[in-house]
């Protein structure tokens, strides 16, 4: 049976409790554990595939189809433990959930309360795969006293107190702001948050304390008096440079010591740290630079492309060189010529995004890049701006567009090159959706099949000719103009097993030029950087040297 770690936070939100999970999580990996790691999240949202990415940053997809948190995208990065639906869930979906056995009558009747329905339902989340695992990581969105949370507090309360002794522990994310007027670190709100933690029954086990300024260690003795928790429970949580920092920062510091002595694991196992020593290595002694243009539509918040500037510094690592991503407004381009913006880049990665602001702007990147020879990437809206591009060029099909923005009754005519996907086959079944389709989790999401021709940029990439990915979305590129556009240099260098499906295209004589309608960022690791990724940087990194 698994042991438990429950990740709550105090003070302030985003103090990265997120990326003390997956650290803890690496860190457990690296002594010889295994873990999973999962997210609750208290907003009433069923789960955020409808909500916009300037409310809750980008949109992680489990191989299994579930729209998630894009914690889970941490996580996945630092242990490579792939997510699954059940690693997720919402208020939204708990409440969901017990309204439905409420309505079939499942309760036979009872009056439904959150204690003990609404928790026995985060209970039953909690114990799914417990047995799978020695170590189950369970972070608890939002901050101690927040009224949606309360529920989730109180499931997290009950579960320990109904385990035996030593098989649940609590670590708690706060903040230690620094006073510049008395040049000092204040303890008061955190002491503030673990009373506010106490009160509702949970007391902490390990403190995690952010701060911008070294801890005094009579400020630590101080916290543990107040607190009640030991002194070297106390761990400081400074400032990185980068993420790929935390695991190390977080084993010098004591966490994944404390957590062992949490649970009287001893002797604890040595840790194997190479991995991420090896990690750190390529990042700090990156033997030269790239840049990359983002060009999208979401760019006035960088979480909501978290995967993808992730997995572009880890197709740096992959060549020992830094990425300078520099981020873009497609928007800009419908306004102006992109050559002054784009001049100087060695490479333009288009991302996905949804409904059609900014989408001719990403057509004139995908030109650009095609004419001017730059490495691209256009990943699932950004591949189908690239084929539209040319569909309009190239192929005689001057009005080409997508079904997504011009279906409106009164538009003008245009060519559906992109068209709203009705059928698809997903394992052996058929699945069927109409545009009126409630928006929630009706896309093609999850992992699917590709087959790749042998001898493609694609298949160089990979070393393989069978590749399975996940995507998200709802249009797909019209096979019925594959004639036109191989005529025009593309290549259709990927195909779903039914042959019906584009999944990768490229431009046979162009350096480095391919869009994909899945999300490859998704699968990128630190140490396991995605091969796409790898070989777009790979190619950036020729560009430079040939200027």
């Given at each position: 049976?698994?042991?438990?770690?429950?990740?709550?936070?105090?003070?302030?939100?985003?103090?990265?409790?997120?990326?003390?999970?997956?650290?803890?999580?690496?860190?457990?990996?690296?002594?010889?554990?295994?873990?999973?790691?999962?997210?609750?999240?208290?907003?009433?949202?069923?789960?955020?595939?409808?909500?916009?990415?300037?409310?809750?940053?980008?949109v992680f997809v489990t191989d299994d189809g579930a729209e998630t948190d894009?914690?889970?995208?941490?996580?996945?990065?630092?242990?490579?433990?792939?997510?699954?639906?059940?690693?997720?869930?919402?208020?939204?979906?708990?409440?969901?959930?017990?309204?439905?056995?409420?309505?079939?009558?499942?309760?036979?009747?009872?009056?439904?309360?959150?204690?003990?329905?609404?928790?026995?339902?985060?209970?039953?989340?909690?114990?799914?795969?417990?047995?799978?695992?020695?170590?189950?990581?369970?972070?608890?969105?939002?901050?101690?006293?927040?009224?949606?949370?309360?529920?989730?507090?109180?499931?997290?309360?009950?579960?320990?107190?109904?385990?035996?002794?030593?098989?649940?522990?609590?670590?708690?994310?706060?903040?230690?702001?620094?006073?510049?007027?008395?040049?000092?670190?204040?303890?008061?709100?955190?002491?503030?948050?673990?009373?506010?933690?106490?009160?509702?029954?949970?007391?902490?086990?390990?403190?995690?304390?952010?701060?911008?300024?070294?801890?005094?260690?009579?400020?630590?003795?101080?916290?543990?008096?107040?607190?009640?928790?030991?002194?070297?429970?106390?761990?400081?949580?400074?400032?990185?440079?980068?993420?790929?920092?935390?695991?190390?920062?977080?084993?010098?510091?004591g966490l994944d010591r404390a957590v062992l002595d949490a649970f009287a694991?001893?002797?604890?196992?040595?840790?194997?740290?190479?991995?991420?020593?090896?990690?750190?290595?390529?990042?700090?002694?990156?033997?030269?630079?790239?840049?990359?243009?983002?060009?999208?539509?979401?760019?006035?918040?960088?979480?909501?492309?978290?995967?993808?500037?992730?997995?572009?510094?880890?197709?740096?690592?992959?060549?020992?060189v830094r990425v300078r991503a520099e981020w873009i407004d497609a928007e800009?381009?419908?306004?102006?010529?992109?050559?002054?913006?784009?001049?100087?880049?060695?490479?333009?990665?288009?991302?996905?995004?949804?409904?059609?602001?900014?989408?001719?702007?990403?057509?004139?990147?995908?030109?650009?890049?095609?004419?001017?020879?730059?490495?691209?990437?256009?990943?699932?809206?950004?591949?189908?701006?690239?084929?539209?591009?040319?569909?309009?060029?190239?192929?005689?099909?001057?009005?080409?567009?997508?079904?997504?923005?011009?279906?409106?009754?009164?538009?003008?005519?245009?060519?559906?090159?992109?068209?709203?996907?009705?059928?698809?086959?997903?394992?052996?079944?058929?699945?069927?959706?109409?545009?009126?389709?409630?928006?929630?989790?009706?896309?093609?999401?999850?992992?699917?099949?590709?087959?790749?021709?042998?001898?493609?940029?694609?298949?160089?990439?990979?070393?393989?000719?069978?590749?399975?990915?996940?995507?998200?979305?709802?249009?797909?590129?019209?096979?019925?103009?594959?004639?036109?556009?191989?005529?025009?240099?593309?290549?259709?260098?990927?195909?779903?097993?039914?042959?019906?499906?584009?999944?990768?295209?490229?431009?046979?004589?162009?350096?480095?030029?391919?869009?994909?309608?899945?999300?490859?960022?998704?699968?990128?690791?630190?140490?396991?950087?995605?091969?796409?990724?790898?070989?777009?940087?790979?190619?950036?990194?020729?560009?430079?040297?040939?200027?």
């Open positions: 049976m698994a042991r438990y770690v429950f990740i709550t936070g105090g003070v302030v939100s985003s103090l990265g409790k997120g990326l003390a999970s997956a650290a803890l999580g690496a860190l457990l990996q690296a002594r010889g554990f295994t873990v999973r790691l999962r997210k609750l999240d208290p907003y009433l949202n069923v789960d955020p595939g409808t909500m916009s990415p300037f409310e809750h940053g980008e894009l914690d889970l995208g941490h996580y996945e990065r630092f242990t490579g433990v792939p997510a699954r639906a059940t690693d997720s869930v919402s208020a939204g979906r708990i409440y969901m959930n017990v309204l439905e056995k409420e309505r079939r009558g499942d309760y036979l009747g009872r009056t439904i309360q959150v204690i003990p329905h609404v928790t026995n339902e985060i209970k039953e989340f909690l114990r799914v795969g417990e047995d799978e695992v020695d170590f189950m990581l369970c972070e608890i969105g939002g901050t101690v006293g927040d009224i949606e949370g309360l529920p989730f507090f109180e499931a997290i309360r009950q579960f320990a107190h109904e385990r035996p002794a030593r098989a649940c522990i609590f670590v708690h994310v706060t903040l230690l702001p620094f006073l510049a007027a008395s040049g000092e670190l204040k303890t008061k709100p955190t002491q503030h948050s673990v009373k506010e933690l106490r009160a509702i029954g949970i007391a902490p086990d390990i403190l995690l304390c952010r701060s911008e300024h070294p801890i005094p260690e009579k400020e630590r003795e101080k916290i543990a008096l107040f607190c009640n928790v030991r002194p070297d429970a106390v761990i400081p949580a400074y400032d990185l440079r980068s993420i790929y920092e935390a695991p190390l920062a977080y084993h010098r510091a694991i001893s002797p604890a196992p040595r840790p194997d740290l190479r991995r991420w020593e090896d990690v750190i290595d390529r990042l700090e002694n990156a033997e030269g630079e790239v840049r990359v243009a983002i060009v999208g539509k979401y760019t006035r918040l960088e979480d909501a492309y978290k995967s993808i500037a992730e997995a572009l510094t880890h197709g740096g690592m992959a060549n020992r800009i381009f419908e306004r102006e010529d992109p050559s002054p913006w784009l001049e100087g880049f060695q490479a333009i990665l288009v991302p996905g995004g949804f409904g059609e602001r900014g989408t001719e702007g990403k057509i004139k990147a995908a030109a650009f890049a095609r004419l001017r020879r730059i490495p691209y990437l256009g990943i699932c809206l950004g591949m189908q701006m690239a084929v539209i591009e040319l569909a309009r060029d190239c192929a005689g099909l001057a009005d080409a567009g997508s079904e997504e923005f011009d279906h409106d009754a009164g538009r003008r005519r245009f060519t559906p090159v992109v068209y709203h996907l009705k059928e698809w086959v997903q394992g052996n079944r058929t699945v069927e959706r109409k545009p009126t389709d409630a928006k929630g989790g009706t896309m093609r999401l999850g992992a699917y099949t590709a087959l790749l021709a042998p001898g493609s940029r694609a298949a160089a990439a990979y070393g393989a000719t069978t590749i399975e990915e996940r995507h998200r979305h709802r249009y797909e590129v019209d096979i019925r103009y594959r004639d036109r556009l191989e005529a025009c240099g593309m290549v259709f260098s990927g195909m779903s097993p039914d042959g019906r499906l584009p999944e990768i295209v490229e431009m046979r004589d162009h350096p480095w030029f391919v869009g994909v309608q899945f999300h490859p960022e998704l699968k990128s690791k630190p140490f396991a950087p995605h091969p796409l990724f790898a070989d777009f940087i790979r190619a950036a990194v020729e560009v430079s040297r040939l200027v």
